[in-house]
């Protein structure tokens, strides 16, 4: 979904409304005679995900200090509106600014954004939830996308994309189940394919192609490839051969990703707090009680002017009763490695004493449906007294490091009970670098 | 009376009976296990704001006739209940580290104390001259009632007991401050009366 403002000549606008894309344009007609161009793009190739990480691409010209925001009803009939809010601010710079994120778009009612500078809105533009899709997308770059339309099931979210609409960040790929290169377009960068495989994604490339496919032809040269949680293979020919091998099952981690990251979600110890033992506060309480009662009773003034004294004392000893810190977090880490490469999954959850605002570092998205705003690169969430709240964090592509090389095959001890039974033969389950990381066997080497 | 047992005296079962409440609430809320939040205060500030506005109605409207030296001793009993129970109160504030005013808490309590022991003596002298005093087991809890529902009426709290610690406001604490305030005057202008006529 692509928004643009932008000043253009007359015949420019007659081109690009008889172009695909025009009803969208015209949804900021206001804006069109605004001295600022802005694009705002969200999803893959334009097609947003819910219930997925999705690619969120801002770009501001000559607009600086412009705010974005971009608001998602992420309610429904039961629980109303919940609205979440994503906030930027463009660098107060001139020429041609991006914001390029990566957000967690719930199951939304709908989606609405504005771009504005000094109160002037530059763009805006809504999504209904007619257009709400959580089917995951099977992109397809081709000159002739609709050739390969039947290798995908009925109910698949088939979508033409070009080289330039792949994401480069692995969160970006969370939406999207199959890539397809057929060696018709510009070949895409080697290390976004990778990023894709690496992401869960199941990579198909040319094993032969003309210039610039070198790259992607080398990583299936010795078959297909398992990298992170996914898998790059060869461009099988035709729609049919493709079919048969989508109809093979998906190779990596892809099928047990969801389940795995459930299992080892809820073998995290929730946060708590180092309160004061309850047997230590009744000692306190009852030995405190007891002892202004009596010295009230029965000592007569000299007892008065020390049960005086005993409630100084206590007061002064309160404040003993309160813990470290009123705001506990804890996060963990799952890695799908395999290739030299892994997909991190991060999950965390916070838990506030106070009634109040809960600040975390990232983008986070909530694992339930709550209000939530996300600015500065930090998500912040508005929590009761004694509230609590868990996130997923987005994912992210890493090198396998030394440590997890070198484990024997086996599994760690201390590892999740939950997670054991994800680990295949031969495979591996280790702890390093505050993850755990979970590998087929031989992880290899980084392609 | 000596001095001792004037001190003695007034801080008699009502106060222990709060303490015991205070204390019994705070352990009964205070987590036994690190995952579980405190929300000791929350209950403990309720029953302390509650015990002490009871225990200052109840000693307010008990013996309207009674001299007013014996009157104004009387009065320490809901105060100093407020008082011995406020580190209890720290204790339970402190562990629970709630996003509220500890000064309102803590201090509240005691106008709040002033004021429902003047409101409760001045129901009991009335119904007394009118030779109504009979009815006072009755119509004290019926005023306290109607003053409830007609705090909530209003909107903002101004002396619901159980919902005052949470709700700090500048015309809670005027109106208790008047409320008190008087009935601190009045008390002392009738010592004062009782003495020279003596």
Known sequence: MTISARTVSAQAVFVRTVAACAVVVLASGSTLAQPARTELRLGVAGAAVAGAWNPLQVVVRDAPGATVELRIDAGGLERGEVPQLFRAIVAPAGGVQRIDVDLPLASWRRISWRIEQDGRVLASGALGARERDDRPLDLVLSDRPSEWRDAFDDSARVIAATAADLPARAAGWDGVRTLLIDGTLAAPEVAKVVTAATAGVRAFVPATGPAGYAGLALLVADGPLLVGAGSVEATPEGAAALASRIAAGPSGWTEVLPAALDAATLELQPPGWNHLPVAWVALATVGYAAAVWLLLRSAGAAGAASAVLVMAAAAIAAPYAAPDEPQAERRDALVFAAGGLGLKLSWSEVARLPHGEARLDGLLAPSDAREVTWSDGRTSVLLEAGGRAAFAGAPQLLSVPAAVHEAPPGVAAGAPQALLALVPAGGSLVRANDAWWLSPGQVGTTP | ?198
């Open chain 2, 1 to 198: 009376m000596t001095r001792d047992a004037r001190l003695a005296g007034p801080v008699g079962s009502g106060s222990a009976l709060l303490l015991f409440a205070v204390v019994a609430t705070l352990l009964a809320n205070w987590p036994d296990r690190s995952t579980d939040a405190n929300l000791a205060w929350y209950a403990v500030a309720r029953v302390r704001a509650t015990g002490i506005l009871l225990l200052a109605g109840w000693v307010g409207a008990s013996d309207p006739g009674a001299a007013p030296r014996q009157r104004a001793m009387a009065l320490i009993e809901p105060l100093a209940a407020a008082l011995l129970s406020a580190p209890i109160e720290l204790l339970a504030y402190f562990g629970s580290v709630p996003a509220a005013s500890l000064a309102w808490s803590v201090a509240a309590p005691l106008p709040l104390a002033l004021a429902a022991f003047g409101v409760s003596w001045a129901l009991a002298v009335t119904l007394r001259r009118v030779r109504l005093g009979w009815s006072l087991p009755l119509l004290l809890p019926a005023v306290a009632v109607g003053l409830v529902m007609l705090d909530v009426r209003i909107g903002p709290v101004l002396w619901i007991p159980w919902l005052l610690p949470f709700a700090p406001s500048w015309p809670a604490a005027a109106l208790l401050t008047c409320v008190s305030g008087v009935t601190a005057a009045v008390l002392a202008r009738s010592a004062t009366r009782h003495e020279e006529a003596a």
